[in-house]
């Protein structure tokens, strides 16, 4: 991995909810064309992390943020307008969030708001993020009806879609597996291994063995604080820190 | 996109401005109570306005004391209060404790329907139905008294007393029940020793509110107590409210004259004791403190 | 088996709550009964589109009709877009600070002022101040002040009872401020804000003390023909009937309080329905 272009880069971020320390000092690249990993157990600092990159923790009053995120070489806070950055860097959540409005007026969200409003434009746009997110087959006969009908794991991929519409260039995943059964489950993974192609893409998860699977590269938190960031075979089999190898085989043992 | 910037920052502009209307409507309501009635007290003193025994605002010179006005509403208020506290609390505790789910359901739909009644609707019926079952009952040469007033007025506290109560139960957490019957106190016993006390606070908030409403009513009030403007000495004697003057004689005044700006003086007394009762009662219910 | 004291004792408690219930409600459905079976007898098309005759001793209340349901329409007009906005305001942009508890504290008191003393208010505001007369223009006004406070606080719940989830992923989707209330919040709080305000603005319908030196007049020969003409209202006309005219026939004023009552029991049963079809249909 010899000259690979950084997409995004961490420089000593320190984040606090309310005075407490949510996350300190840490510092990291992601690659374009990656899928990173974040591992580590609850409150470790993994979602935090994720929410400052395309800023949605501004949303919350009692949040501060110290350092610098580089996206594309500008920084969030002085370079970017937030909400070109948050179409830029889309985002699917822990458990699957469809409005409770039609599988079509789901995906065209945030085209209209970015003032896409040509019907055969739309239309366009959501046959092709559906096709993105592999659910193009499941739903096209029925894009009308609401997208709360849909299974659990059709929803996550429906949130996959809707942010693709946008076609972002980064997509965050928060724990997106974390109340789906096991074959959802695989074809979500499935999807991220494609969309990797096209996007860069980091993956929030409480599941080792899912980091494992898809993953390039790993990044391991502990109560705020980046222990170790490295090729995901070598986090697996030879971490350098104690406490990484701890964490695995806990998990494994 | 300056275009959405500019229209963004026209609704917000909006969005605020509605915000504190609320506050606006309330200044100016005091603003133009003040305006009105302050121009009263050119002709007439404070003290003599408070606590002069005469209200005879059609005499030459007018005398423009409200004490008799005054005792009126405290006179109905006390009376429709000691009969719908305890009646209103009784109830509040059977629906929100004691009564199974659908009966709950139907008795709540039974205070909605009573909030749902016109003032003026309920003051009719009390006019034709309550009226002269008083008089027959306590054998009186008339019905329109105050003690019908209080009756009528007891009604119409009943729906603001039950719902803010109900809801005050409501908040006492589960927990504290269990607790309670898992030692093996009765249902009861858990209500008076248990729920009572942890709701304490909403139900003086129930109670006050419930006064609040009392005291302002105007047109039931107006219809049932006989309307003499004489000191109160009796529960089974005419009375006259302070709304109900309003109400009545607004529609005679010159704009502009003595008795005019009278009632509005009597206006800023009524807004001042809502004003009062209202703070006391949402200082029950959420403290002193800004919530942070 | 012997029950013990504290049993006997629960047991004539509850007896006793559940009297004071009865003493509550059982009036209420005797009014109710009062006014439909001697309401009803009067009660027919003719009533409720003629043109009062006789000094309002016959004829029918077709004017009082028109006439509230004009000051109900001006009273949403007004009221029904400050109490959104207001309600958004304090939903989702108020922080936690002395500006947002000083709102509080005058909503609550907006909805604890008199009736009789809006009614004051709106005559030395709305008539006389800015002169716009008794007429409905002052009386819708002095209504929409009034429910102010109730479309607010209903408001306010159905948009904070909307997910936060909603909020994040439209933010998380680009979408502004704005664009997240106007698309992702408000369509789902509409119901309930809907429900609050027919409830509200209902109530309003049936206020007298508000309208007596805004708007009402005792008897007009025609219908009002722009708003600031008085109009006349069906509950200051049954004060009217009941109180001011002699010798008016009780059947007519029972069929005028029960066209009163209908009305806010019918918008009321509206209001429940839309409650409980969306409460059905809510998916989340």
């Known amino acids: 991995m010899v000259d690979v272009a950084e997409k995004i880069q961490v420089k000593n971020l320190t984040v606090t909810y309310a005075g407490i320390p949510a996350l300190r000092s840490a510092n990291f690249s992601v690659y374009e064309n990656e899928i990173l990993g974040i591992i580590g157990p609850a409150n470790s600092g993994k979602t935090t992390c994720l929410r400052t990159l395309n800023r949605l923790n501004d949303l919350d009053p009692r949040y501060r943020f110290e350092g610098e995120v580089l996206i ?31 599988i079509f007026e789901n995906l065209a969200y945030g085209p209209r708001r970015d003032g896409v409003h040509s019907r055969k434009r739309l239309q366009e746009i959501v046959e092709q ?18 997208a709360m009908k849909l299974s659990g794991g059709q929803q996550q991929r429906l949130c996959i879609a809707r942010t693709l519409a946008l076609e972002p260039e980064v997509i965050l995943f ?44 790993v990044a391991f938190f502990l109560m705020g604080e980046l222990v170790e960031i490295d090729q995901t075979q070598k986090i697996f089999t030879v971490p350098k820190d104690g406490r990484t190898e701890g964490y695995i085989s806990g998990r494994y043992g | 996109m300056s275009m959405r910037r500019y229209y963004e920052f ?31 007290f050119e002709h007439v003193g404070v003290f003599e306005f408070l606590f002069g025994k005469y209200w005879y605002p059609i005499s030459e010179p007018p005398r423009l004391g409200i004490l008799p006005l005054i005792l009126g509403s405290l006179w109905v208020t006390f009376g429709a209060t000691v009969i719908s506290v305890p009646l209103g609390i009784a109830c509040a505790i059977f629906i929100g404790e004691i009564a199974p789910g659908w009966l709950k359901e139907v008795l709540k739909a039974g205070v909605e329907l009573l909030a749902a009644i016109p003032s003026i609707v309920l003051g009719f019926i009390g006019l034709v139905t309550l009226v002269p079952m008083v008089k027959k009952v306590f054998g009186l040469p008339t019905g329109l008294t105050a003690i019908s007033g ?25 927990g504290y029940r269990e607790g309670s019957i898992a030692m093996g106190a009765t249902q009861w016993q858990t209500i008076r020793r248990i729920v009572l006390p942890s709701a304490s606070s909403g139900i003086i908030a129930a109670v006050m509110l419930g006064i609040g409403r009392v005291v302002g009513e105007t047109m039931a009030v107006m219809m049932i107590t006989g309307n003499a403007a004489v000191i109160p000495m009796s529960f089974f004697a005419p009375v006259r409210t302070m709304t109900a003057t309003i109400a009545a004689e607004m529609g005679e005044t010159v704009q502009g004259s003595e008795h005019y700006f009278a009632l509005f003086a009597i206006g800023i007394v009524l807004f001042a004791i809502t004003f009062v009762i209202n703070l006391l009662a949402d200082f029950a219910l959420h403290g002193k403190q800004i919530r942070t | 088996m012997k029950l013990g004291n504290a049993q006997v004792e629960q047991k004539i408690v509850f007896f006793f709550l559940f009297l004071s219930t009865l003493i509550i409600l059982i009036p209420v459905i005797l009014v109710l009964i009062v006014i439909i079976s001697r309401g009803s007898s009067v ?27 004009y000051l109900v329409a001006g009273t949403l007009v007004f009221a029904l877009p400050i109490g959104i906005f207001s309600a958004i305001y304090l939903s989702e942009y108020s922080k936690r600070n002395l500006l947002t508890r000083i709102i509080e504290l005058a909503i609550v008191n907006l ?47 159905a948009l904070q009872s909307v997910p936060r989830s909603f909020r994040e992923v439209s933010y998380s989707l680009g979408a502004t401020k704005w664009q997240t209330i106007r698309y992702a919040v408000l369509p789902h709080a509409l119901p309930g804000i809907l429900t609050g305000t027919i409830l509200s603005v209902s109530r309003a319908a049936g206020e007298t ?31 009217v009937l009941s109180t001011q005219v002699p010798n008016v026939r009780l059947e007519l004023q029972y069929g005028t309080a029960l066209v009163l009552v209908g009305l806010i029991v019918i918008a009321n049963l509206v209001a429940v329905i839309i409650r409980s079809y969306f409460r059905a249909k809510k998916q989340w």
């Open chain 2, 150 to 174: 209080s009756i009528m007025l007891a009604f119409m506290a009943m729906p603001t007393i039950v719902s803010i109560m109900e809801d005050a139960l409501n908040a006492v957490p589960r």
């Open chain 1, 72 to 102: 594309d070489g500008k920084d969030i806070y002085r370079r970017w307008n937030v909400f070109e950055l948050r179409k830029k860097v889309g985002m699917v959540f822990a458990l699957p969030t469809p409005l409770p409005i039609s």
């Open chain 1, 129 to 146: 993020s559906l096709k993105s997110a592999f659910l193009w087959d499941e739903v096209k006969d029925r894009l009308h009806e609401s």
């Open chain 3, 209 to 239: 003390a508000p309208i007596l030196f805004t708007v009402a007049a005792f008897y007009l020969p025609r219908l009002p023909q722009s708003i600031f003409d008085q109009a006349m209202a069906l509950p200051y006309h049954l004060y």
């Open chain 1, 174 to 217: 928060d724990e997106p597996c974390s109340g789906l059964d096991p074959i959802s489950t695989a074809k979500i993974e499935d999807a991220m291994r494609e969309l990797k192609r096209r996007y860069t893409l980091i993956l929030v998860t409480n599941n080792t063995k899912q980091a494992a699977r898809v993953s390039d590269r």
């Open chain 3, 43 to 69: 009660l027919n098309w003719a009533f409720l589109t003629a043109m009062p005759r006789m000094g309002m001793r016959s004829g029918g209340i077709f004017p009082t009709i028109v006439g509230t349901f």
């Open chain 2, 10 to 40: 026209v609704i917000e502009a909006l969005i605020f401005a509605s915000g504190i209307a609320s506050i606006i409507f309330v200044l100016l309501i005091f603003i133009f109570l003040l305006k009105e009635g302050l121009m009263l």
């Open chain 3, 111 to 157: 909805a604890g002022v008199p009736s009789v003393v809006y009614g004051l208010f709106g005559l030395g505001l709305f008539v006389v101040f800015l002169k716009f007369g008794a007429s409905i223009l002052a009386g819708s006004l002095t209504l929409a002040v009034m429910v102010l406070p109730v479309i607010i606080t209903a408001s306010r719940e």
